[in-house]
């Protein structure tokens, strides 16, 4: 393969300076008077600008996930570095991206926003990926390959090997998306970043660390991306409120590690009385925190369970996923609320 990091970025963002921030310009000294940045000196902590970088937040994510904080990109959720990996690489009207059908519908959304070809590949009857499909669907101008392990809204996770192999194989940039990553039995592919300059590995504090309220989503990458995601994001895309929130989890880890064996657990009890339920044709295999089951009447289903004020999703009109519903594992008792419901049916 032959990668050339200023070849795949927009020619207008490469060439960039970034917006310098007054937080930004001063540096070494210890300060204490900040007039700096038309400020309101009352009303602390909120009258002050929030760090644009994020390093307190960094430092401790650099611990928990063994990356150094130069390689770690922090966003208003995922989303955030979605939408930012289309508008750094991706020309509007030239340039096209791949991604695997059925996926996380938001890689369409900005594609469709920033006005850049959306390619598909479907996945087999297994849901599995192809790594030389997904190649022969990329041509001169194909900037980035959407990939989601565990996928959403399949839940299983692909190949590493097909994975790594894809990635060695394309010039341009391939984007993991592990935002289910904590809830999967799979390794995850961001320490392949150091041998791996083209791959970008997303996360996100939304789903095993419960914090999706506040938005908070991570890019790891080379520095190389890095440095062009900050140069692009706005300069404090991240608020203090959410800083604040993120340390506090983040140094409470072990709350997360009860709620993953906790909704496991669930999970496979959960899956097992689906499997008994006459109205279930088949349940998916699944590797993140919520299962794809086949029903016999996926739609009817769905709205019986709205009328008990039960929510699943209903994925039926999507490719590969006819008749089926994506159910997210909730507490013991939301569970046993949804089976109760199932079982009158
Ligand atoms: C839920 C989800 C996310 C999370 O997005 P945030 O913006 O971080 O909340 C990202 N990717 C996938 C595939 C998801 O299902």
């Excluded at 190949?159 to 904590?182: C, H, T, W």
């Excluded at 009817?300 to 594992?329: K, P």
Aim: with cysteine; glycine share 4%; hydrophobic share 40%.
């Amino acid at each position: 393969m032959s990668y050339d990091l200023k070849s795949l970025v927009r020619p207008n963002i490469w060439r960039l300076a970034p917006y310098s921030s007054a937080r930004n310009e001063y540096s070494g000294r210890e300060a204490h008077v900040f007039l700096d940045a038309n400020e309101n000196p009352y009303n602390r902590p909120y009258n002050r600008y929030p760090d644009p970088l994020q390093h307190e937040v960094k430092e401790r994510l650099a611990k928990l996930k063994a990356m150094p904080v130069e390689q770690i990109f922090l966003g208003n959720g995922s989303d955030e570095a979605i939408d930012l990996a289309y508008r750094c690489f991706c020309e509007p009207g030239i340039d096209n991206v791949v991604a695997i059908e059925p996926t996380y519908g938001m890689y369409r959304v900005c594609a469709d926003i920033n006005n850049v070809e959306y390619r598909t590949v479907l996945l087999d009857e297994h849901y599995a990926i192809s790594a030389t499909q997904l190649l022969a669907a990329t041509d001169a101008h194909t900037k980035l390959i959407w990939l989601c392990s565990p996928n959403n809204p399949t839940g299983n996770s692909f190949d590493r090997n097909e994975m790594l192999s894809l990635i060695e194989a394309f010039d341009g940039i391939v984007i993991v998306d592990e935002a289910y990553g904590e809830f999967s039995a799979q390794k995850t592919l961001r320490h392949e970043i150091a041998n791996h300059p083209n791959l970008i590995v997303l996360s996100t504090l939304s789903k095993a660390w419960g914090c999706a309220a506040i938005r908070l989503g991570m890019a790891f990458a080379q520095r190389e991306i890095i440095d062009i995601f900050n140069k692009v994001k706005y300069p404090y895309n991240v608020n203090l409120l959410t800083q604040q929130q993120a340390i506090e989890i983040l140094d409470n880890p072990y709350d997360v590690e009860k709620w993953v064996t906790m909704l496991l657990q669930e999970r496979r009890r959960l899956m097992e009385a689906f499997q008994l339920l006459p109205i279930c044709e088949k349940v998916f295999p699944t590797d993140a925190n919520f299962f794809l089951a086949r029903m016999t009447d996926a739609q009817a289903i769905y709205d019986y369970l709205v009328n008990r004020g039960i929510i699943v999703r209903n994925r039926s009109r999507i490719s590969l996923c006819q008749n089926c519903l994506r159910v997210t594992i909730g507490t013991k008792n939301e569970n046993n609320e949804l089976l109760a419901a199932l079982r009158q049916y």
